[in-house]
């Protein structure tokens, strides 16, 4: 069940919200207890029988953060690392098993051995997302840095809190501890969410839908039938997809949470206006990147060993992004790219003092993380090859293509336009600039059921509604 769904908008939400509330008022102290059997639901929803799997990371993890704070530091680090092997282990199986078991295949048939096919393993929704919650919640557990819940419940509460369980932001337990344990919901805060929720709502259903179906047009054709303008039409188009379809889903969880007296970190701060790959990564999916950064670039040494250790480490940081993303060489290589241009920005701010900056930096920062959506987006790296090839390009369109202007009808181009405006609008001067009030209040409520509106109707009349990190 998708945040972008008629059941979600018209049935889930709104039982949930009136039980919530209600229960609050009867028996606020069990709060917890509603969210949490609410939240089960929800994720039993999406992945059936598998969501015994969440329930158990949420027993063990709890009971094992328990035993690392109870005990010495030799003994902690030793229940510290079974913990992470246990949330990789189940990581690693679900994801990638089939994954290397393919690849391992291909190279024995090399050999001349041919082994047995094995069945497709399905993926428990969110894992990748909670895997990672997890394995921080430990750490910061073996760390000193945050005590464990108090309960089961309150643990339980925060993991399988529905707004964020199914594609993050990857929220820490030390982030909303203290409102799991107490919160004061609010007339204003409910307010802010619904608002919050409808912006990711229009970002998600108008803009990424509308972009997202002439993007998988493209990328679906033969790269003998694309024309050098249709490929960059394509890359455009998915570049702005992936951006307004994630943060649309971002922007409804913290407005989610809001809603229920909780406050997610945000998860992007426009990271297309980034003048720099390094501040692209500070500004783009800022709960992962974080997490990366806290708990594997830093342990690995982060920029302390010298130039070499710091290039190193970067290139492993960005292969386990890329992995992290799918079991597929496609986002592996993504990941690559990305290291490999994180690399080159470091090696000649070392060397020459110099870093992309200006206009200039923003066009360039722009391009190269466009190319990198290409291998993300394709299906296997031979297609993503000729596709890249198609855009560079000089050569005579096929025959057969299709002109530009025939993807470009008047919804599409007002999207694409949308998302230019809302990519490079500096949002933060506007806020600072909006007087306080009643006419804002009146204005953003005005906007948010407009939206929530035309949303909803787009939804019961088009079939075409993904979810692109839904499969991670």
């Not at 008629?6 to 229960?23: D, E, H, I, M, S």
């Not at 925060?158 to 609010?186: M, T």
């Not at 692209?280 to 974080?290: A, E, K, L, P």
Request: hydrophobic content about 50%.
């Amino acid at each position: 069940m998708v945040f972008s769904s008629n059941l979600f908008l018209f049935a889930f939400l709104p039982a949930c919200l009136c039980g919530y509330y209600l229960v609050r008022g009867v028996a606020p102290q069990l709060r917890n207890l509603f969210l949490f059997l609410v939240s089960c639901l929800f994720y039993f929803w999406g992945s059936g029988q598998i969501a015994l799997l969440f329930l158990a990371a949420v027993f063990v993890n709890q009971f094992l953060a328990r035993l690392i704070d109870r005990n010495p530091p030799k003994r902690a680090r030793i229940i510290f690392w079974l913990g992470v092997a246990y949330n990789l282990c189940w990581l690693t199986y679900f994801k990638y098993l089939n994954f290397f078991y393919d690849n391992f295949s291909t190279l024995a048939r090399a050999a001349g051995v041919e082994l047995p096919a094995i069945a497709p393993i399905a993926l428990p929704v969110g894992i990748s997302f909670y895997s990672f919650q997890c394995i921080a919640y430990l750490t910061e557990a073996y760390k000193r840095e945050h005590k464990p819940a108090r309960s089961w419940l309150d643990y339980g509460t925060y993991l399988a809190f529905f707004p964020h369980v199914v594609a993050g932001p990857i929220v820490r337990y030390s982030d909303i501890d203290d409102e799991i344990r107490q919160r004061k919901e609010s007339v204003q805060l409910f307010f802010e969410g619904i608002w919050r929720f409808s912006l990711g709502m229009g970002k998600k259903v108008v803009i990424a839908n509308t972009l997202g179906s002439v993007a998988d047009q493209l990328f679906g054709l033969p790269s003998g039938e694309l024309s050098t303008a249709e490929a960059w039409l394509g890359a455009l188009c998915y570049t702005f997809q992936i951006y307004f379809d994630f943060s649309g889903y971002s922007d409804m969880a913290i407005g989610l949470a809001r809603m229920f007296g909780f406050h997610f970190p945000e998860n992007f701060n426009q990271p297309y206006r980034s003048q720099s790959v390094t501040e692209f990564w500070r500004r783009w999916h800022m709960t992962m990147s974080s997490w990366f950064r806290d708990f594997v670039y830093i342990p690995l040494g982060g920029n302390r060993l010298g130039p070499r250790r710091t290039y190193i480490n970067l290139w492993v940081v960005f292969f386990l992004c890329g992995l992290w993303h799918g079991a597929d060489w496609t986002f592996v290589a993504w990941g690559m790219w990305h290291g490999l241009l994180l690399v080159t920005e470091r090696w000649t701010k070392d060397r020459f003092g110099w870093m992309p900056h200006g206009g200039l930096g923003n066009v360039l920062t722009f391009l190269v993380v466009l190319i990198g959506w290409v291998p993300f987006r394709a299906d296997t790296l031979p297609a993503a090859w000729d596709f890249l090839s198609r855009m560079l390009s000089l050569s005579s369109p096929p025959a057969n293509a299709l002109p530009v202007w025939f993807y470009l009808t008047p919804d599409v181009s007002c999207c694409l336009a949308l998302a230019v405006f809302f990519s490079w609008l500096p949002t933060e001067k506007i806020r600072a600039i909006r007087p306080p009030g009643p006419a804002t209040v009146f204005l953003q409520g005005s906007v948010s059921l407009l939206l929530l509106v035309y949303s909803a109707a787009s939804l019961s009349k088009a079939a075409f509604n993904p979810f692109i990190y839904f499969r991670f």
